[in-house]
């Protein structure tokens, strides 16, 4: 049995801002973003599977968000990957631990890292066809 992707494509980028609504107006305006109160989101197809969608998320959070803790960066990162419990174990063995606990949506599973420099990463197994029923606003 060959070994699953660790992973799959960027998932998201979210980051700080002192006035997030601001920021997501600022991108709207000047770079043509299609966003709604969290940010946008990018949908793309799969280079193996052309008809399956996939989708990246931009988002600005409060310059007080605690959600990138214990990182105190102004940004995290957002990974996608295929097996996230499989990938969970492999971490584990190389050492990585796991911050917090997995939580499992409708949409996907998501579990968040460190890296050694303190950058928090949140890996997503997305579920993109429920994904694409929440989805409001879409930058193509």
Known sequence: MSQPKKVTALGGIFFKCADPAAIRDWYAQHLGFNTDQYGTTFEWRHADEPDKKGYNVWSTFSKDTKYFEPSGKEFMINLRVENLEWLLEELKKEGISQVGEMQVYEYGKF????????????????????YEKMVDKVTK
Do not use: C, Q, R, V
């Open 111 to 130: 579990a968040h890292i460190m890296d050694p420099e303190g950058n928090k990463i949140e890996l997503w197994e997305s579920f993109d066809s429920e």
